[in-house]
């Protein structure tokens, strides 16, 4: 039988993380808040503030990389 596969996204955990700290809850709500399964305007919030430090990491990450 086929089964079908479904790809599953990965997360930066260090942001995770960090995230979870700041706001005293675990890094498993905070993926869900990303994922869209809680709603709400703090999970909104918080959907926001990762994808901002993740460009800013990834955009760091590039600069660095094409200085060498």
Known sequence: MNKITQKRNKYNTAVLNEIGKKYAI?????RQCITGDRVGIFPDKIKAEYKAIELKMRTTLENEINKQ
């Open 26 to 30: 675990t890094p498993r709500y905070v």
